[in-house]
């Protein structure tokens, strides 16, 4: 069964803040990984993708991979309280995406 | 640029009764397109996914069906919704690659009474 782990939080950050979340995979074969966000009652909005080892970088927000350690993470600089929400981290298990069950981010000002 | 829509919003159905939510994705064609839940409290479960017209593959066993009639439509089903049945549905479309990520349609909130 493949899987993704995620804190379920809920994290706490002040405003202005580099908030830190953190997913773990099952799949070793795993290529594709994606951060969603998730406000409450919404449905989820693609922010992030990786697929190579290492740091990718857009605007405030910045996505690591480490396929060795089978773990991604996603760090928000600057964080805002329009940023409170909910992320999902996500891989391609084959036919489709698998998610994690999403880390709680609350930022306080 | 391509759009997903979704409907209906909301929906409250007594238990026993049939379901039918829609898909349909606008400026694009052959999509990946799939069904996701998400109950309160819990993660995304993939339900169906289909790659193309009258291909439907189920992930789990369950009251619900799926259809793809046409190729930027994909259709939800149950002839009778049990309790169980509440959540959160998503519609998704994505690419044919691996590499693509998915957009979401703005989901149903289903409430079974």
């Known amino acids: 069964q493949k899987e993704v782990e995620q804190n379920s939080g809920p994290l706490s950050v002040p405003e202005g803040a580099i908030a830190s979340l953190n997913c773990t995979y099952s799949?070793?074969?795993?290529?594709?990984f994606f951060w969603y966000r998730q406000y409450s009652g919404k449905s989820p909005e693609l922010i992030m993708s990786?697929?190579?080892?290492g740091d990718k970088e857009d605007g405030r927000f910045t996505a690591q991979l480490n396929k060795a350690s089978q773990y991604v993470s996603l760090l928000i600089r600057d964080s805002q309280p329009s940023d409170s929400a909910t992320y999902l981290c996500a891989t391609q298990g084959g036919t489709a995406l698998i998610f994690g069950k999403g880390t709680t981010l609350s930022v306080s000002s | 640029s391509q759009t997903i829509h979704q409907w209906p919003a909301t929906l409250v159905q007594p238990v026993g009764s049939p379901l039918s939510l829609e898909c349909t994705v606008e400026?694009?064609?052959?999509?990946?397109l799939y069904w996701y839940r998400q109950a309160a409290g819990r993660g995304l479960q993939l339900l169906f996914y289909?790659?193309?017209?009258?291909?439907i593959s189920s992930e789990v066993p369950q009251n619900l069906s799926a259809s793809r009639p046409q190729d930027r439509q994909f259709i939800l089903s149950s002839k009778k919704l049990l309790l169980s049945d509440s959540g959160f549905y998503l519609c998704?479309?994505?690419?044919?690659?691996?590499?693509?990520?998915?957009?979401f349609g703005s989901g149903t909130r289903l409430t079974v009474v």
């Open positions: 990786i697929y190579s080892n």
């Open positions: 289909s790659v193309g017209i009258g291909q």
């Open positions: 799949d070793r074969g795993s290529q594709s």
């Open positions: 998704a479309w994505s690419g044919t690659g691996l590499d693509y990520g998915y957009t």
């Open positions: 400026g694009t064609s052959n999509p990946n």
